[in-house]
């Protein structure tokens, strides 16, 4: 079992950066891919990037792909998504989830973590 919970978001202004953080229970961590996903208002939850358990692989939604960057310090049990040039699009609650080793589908979800990007 795998508690996350997401930290960072906040209000920032279109151009501007913030930094999301998802802190891992579980003393698995390091085996788990681990993604991020967001949900505007009205829309479904779409997939923003994963990075693999040892951080060799990272994948990017085209959307946010260079001004987004995913991140995992697996000593401490987190990963990271710095956001760079935000866009009002990219208001949404975020989430991070984590996905076993063979599995197809993410088994771990957080609460979510609310980002608005005022223009």
């Known amino acids: 079992q795998v508690q996350l919970a997401e930290s960072g978001g906040g209000l920032v202004q279109a151009g501007g950066s913030l930094r999301l953080s998802c802190a891992a229970s579980?003393?698995?961590?390091?085996?788990?891919?681990m993604g991020w996903f967001r949900q505007a208002l009205g829309k479904e939850r779409e997939f923003v990037a994963y990075?693999?358990?040892?951080?060799?692989?990272?994948y990017y939604a085209a959307s946010v792909k260079g001004r987004f960057t995913i991140s995992r310090d697996n000593a401490m049990n987190t990963v990271h998504l710095q956001m760079k040039s935000l866009k009002p699009e990219d208001t949404a609650i975020y989430y991070c989830?984590?996905?076993?080793?063979?599995?197809?589908?993410?088994?771990?979800w957080g609460q979510g973590t609310q980002v608005t990007v005022s223009s």
């Open positions: 579980g003393r698995t961590f390091n085996t788990y891919t």
């Open positions: 990075i693999t358990w040892s951080g060799g692989v990272t």
């Open positions: 989830a984590a996905r076993v080793y063979g599995d197809a589908s993410y088994n771990y």
